[in-house]
């Protein structure tokens, strides 16, 4: 926490004050989810979880953080058109895991067939936290990179808003004036409308994919709102829907009910649970279609956790970003220690490493959205259980990092107000759009911070473990 804060953490008067102002902000500023309870309805919210005070960031290790997010937008972009590296990468992974084995089916098949989609958009959220080391300096260490339905860019873009009025009521005007504006919302809809603008068809629609059980819906509003301003039509559909009333023409346009789809923008379809048979056959439809897929699905198998531990091999940045040498540097950096579980005598080693001392590592199955890395004594077990099985090789193991904690308080509906250690994770939205082979956007496009009590290993917003934060740059 930044010393700025030190007087009012302990000021049970003044922090409850400010907690009463802050949810009140936070309802008029709409940072809003529905309720666990009545998940459908949008007449009964309540404000999602976040922090009473801004968190202190090292200024520093976020200017690195949006300095190399068009690097890593154009890696992305780079390893979704490499089949050979895909195919290479996956290959031990796609025996053992079933999902990434049917995305990567789906992935030769349309390839097979020859793409119909000529625009492409990606939109990324690259994650970090700030290792700190044994001298007190912090490092920036990246944690994952999301390429499907990175999520929380609408909300966070109407949290530094209710920090900034918290500051003023203790006293903080000075320091309020210095929190940064942000607006994820509005640099995902540039994205989304540049892709829908290049498709070239103005009675196109913009499709959202998105779940069944729509919690998070207000946050995908804040996107979907900055379309309508620009008049571009939104509709929401399940994979449901899809495979009920999508359907292909001729020259492969894809249509929902009649209407042309320009851009489909999945907030769903990263986890195996959503997928039944039906499921499948409706994503394999929209893959063969002409629509632009945020993200298609070479760019998801681009952030699958194998990938990511592939990159950190010596010479395989230079390979997929030939004559770039500064970008592969500056990604390089925000690197932790990443290890393969692959079958051999260096999965061995590494497994029996990791078994010996489970709390220096972090066990990542090929998961999106939170909630399914496994540390410590629950690590070993799972090692132990899995060492000489091929099944391992759907894992990658990760150096744990270690954040300084900070003292704050977590604001959740119906929850005591309580101080509690926490650390953050800084998340930094990238987008870019590609027609053929030419870039056409490539940038950052705003930031979002997360927060936790630090008795929580893992999980974020969505999986009810960490809550919304801005940061304070110190």
């Keep these: 926490m930044a010393a700025a804060w030190q007087d009012v953490v302990r000021d049970a008067a003044a922090v409850r004050e400010a907690a009463a102002v802050a ?3 936070a309802l008029l500023a709409g940072v809003l989810m529905r309720t666990g309870e009545q998940p459908h309805a949008s007449d009964v919210v309540n404000y999602a979880p976040f922090t009473l005070l801004p968190s202190a960031v ?10 190399v997010q068009q690097d890593f937008n154009l ?17 031990s992974t796609i025996k053992v895991d079933d999902f990434t084995a049917q995305l990567f089916r789906i992935y030769m098949q349309v390839l097979e067939e020859g793409l ?8 990324n959220r690259s994650d970090y936290m700030f290792d700190c080391g044994l001298d007190g300096t912090a490092a920036l260490r990246q944690i994952e990179i999301n390429t499907i ?37 509005k640099g995902l809809a540039l994205g989304i409308a540049k892709a829908w603008e290049l498709y ?42 899809v495979f009920e009333q999508g359907s292909l023409d001729a020259s492969r346009r894809l249509y929902m009910d009649g209407q042309e789809v320009a851009v489909v923008y999945y907030r769903e379809g990263y986890v195996p649970q959503v997928y039944d048979q039906q499921n499948w056959e409706a994503r394999l439809l929209l ?4 629509a632009v897929k945020c993200p298609d699905i070479a760019t998801q198998l681009a952030g699958t956790k194998k990938v990511q531990q592939e990159l950190s091999r010596p010479g395989t940045l230079e390979k997929l970003l030939p004559g770039h040498p500064e970008a592969t540097a500056r990604i390089r950096a925000t690197f932790a220690g990443l290890y393969s579980l692959d079958e051999g005598e260096e999965g061995d080693r590494i497994a029996a490493t990791a078994i010996a001392d489970p709390d220096r590592f972090v066990l990542k ?21 899995i060492k000489d099985s091929p099944e391992r090789t759907s894992y990658i193991l990760m150096d744990k990092i270690k954040p300084q904690p900070a003292l704050n308080y977590l604001l959740r509906a119906h929850s005591p107000l309580q101080v509690s250690e926490c650390i953050s994770e800084l998340g930094i939205f990238g987008v870019y759009v590609r027609q053929g082979q030419e870039l056409v956007l490539n940038q950052a496009a705003g930031h979002l911070l997360r927060t936790k009590a630090i008795e929580h290993a893992d999980g974020g917003v969505a999986a009810g473990v960490a809550v919304l934060d801005t940061p304070y740059l110190v």
């Design 116 to 123: 119909a989609q000529t625009v492409f958009l990606g939109i």
């Design 75 to 91: 890696l992305v972009d780079a390893i979704s058109q490499n089949k050979e590296f895909l195919e290479k990468t996956l290959a």
């Design 287 to 290: 893959e063969r279609s002409r």
């Design 149 to 185: 339905a990175a999520s929380f860019g609408g909300l966070t873009s109407r949290t530094a808003d209710v920090h900034r009025l918290v500051l003023k009521v203790l006293g903080k005007t000075e320091e309020a004036s210095h929190l940064l504006p942000n607006n994820p919302a």
């Design 58 to 67: 090292p200024r520093a290790l976020f200017e690195q953080a949006y300095a």
């Design 365 to 385: 199955p090929q998961r999106e959205g939170g909630g399914n890395n496994l540390y410590g004594e629950e690590l070993r077990e799972v090692l132990e259980k």
């Design 200 to 241: 070239g068809s103005q009675r196109a629609v913009v499709m959202f994919l998105v779940e069944d059980v729509q919690r998070n819906i207000f946050d995908q509003r804040c996107v979907e709102n900055e379309l309508w301003n620009r008049n571009i039509r939104v509709v929401r559909k399940r994979f449901r829907d």
């Design 23 to 25: 949810v009140d902000a």
